[in-house]
């Protein structure tokens, strides 16, 4: 049940995070300028893509960590950042209220099944 609570409050943690953004995003376009894949153990690939985007003519550069990645040195991104601090960016899409949504979801089948089918 404590591993459905944090997996949780993890969940929450990540889905006010995001929703801060979501609520002030501006949309930009972001020029890849790094693609690095990396590998760890066990042979799992990831990338680490780095950004640069311009807002009020000041340039902005934010490196983000994918599992999966089709992005290439020289791609134009339709990214997202806040408009009060513009540091903090995501890519265009869904997944950064996907997945804390995810987590809420699965802490709550984790502590039912615990409780449900564990219980002495």
Known sequence: MVYGVVI???????LAR??????????????V????????IPVRRYSATTF???VQGVMYKQTRTYSFSSY???DSVEIIYHKNDPKVMTANGIW???????FIIGGGVLMVFRTTFFSI
């Not at 300028?33 to 760890?40: A, D, G, L, N, S």
């Not at 950064?96 to 995810?102: D, G, R």
Request: hydrophobic share 45%.
């Open 72 to 74: 290439k040195v020289g």
């Open 96 to 102: 950064h209220l996907l997945v804390p949504l995810i």
């Open 8 to 14: 949780i409050a993890l969940g929450i943690f990540s």
């Open 18 to 31: 995001a929703m801060r953004l979501h609520c002030n995003r501006v949309h930009t376009t972001a020029k």
């Open 33 to 40: 300028i790094k693609v690095e894949r990396r590998w760890t």
């Open 52 to 54: 640069r985007y311009y």
